[in-house]
């Protein structure tokens, strides 16, 4: 069966990095354009993140961009998010999905798999 597997999650001072992992397996990754999700509590799951299935397109919203960096390594299955300048405001749990559409989509229930999610926390 498909599996998700996100880590690199923990607790980081404000203006910190992390660097999250997703590993992928039971599906062909190449095909599937990737995901990082974020949902903290009483919010609703915000896309953070896309690459699509080659690598050659990626998406950010505003909240994230020139901090975040998405990339993927299709040979490992891994997909990866690169966050600096970390603020508090973006304490959540962090998910990994995968959608099987080769075009970036940016709404979560477009998206066929997810991963059990990490807790990312930025102190103040």
């Known amino acids: 069966q498909v599996q998700l597997v996100e880590s690199g999650g923990g607790l980081v001072q404000a203006g910190g990095s992390l660097r999250l992992s997703c590993a992928a397996s039971?599906?062909?990754?190449?095909?599937?354009?990737m995901g990082w999700f974020r949902q903290a509590p009483g919010k609703e799951r915000e896309l953070v993140a896309a690459?699509?299935?080659?690598?050659?397109?990626?998406y950010y919203p505003d909240s994230v961009k020139g901090r975040f960096t998405i990339s993927r390594d299709n040979a490992k299955s891994t997909v990866y998010l690169q966050m600096n300048s970390l603020k508090p405001e973006d304490t959540a749990v962090y998910y990994c999905?995968?959608?099987?559409?080769?075009?970036?989509?940016?709404?979560?229930?477009?998206?066929?798999?997810w991963g059990q999610g990490t807790q990312v926390t930025v102190s103040s």
């Open positions: 690459v699509n299935y080659s690598g050659g397109s990626t």
């Open positions: 999905a995968a959608d099987r559409n080769m075009r970036i989509r940016t709404t979560a229930h477009q998206y066929d798999y």
């Open positions: 039971g599906l062909s990754f190449s095909w599937y354009t």
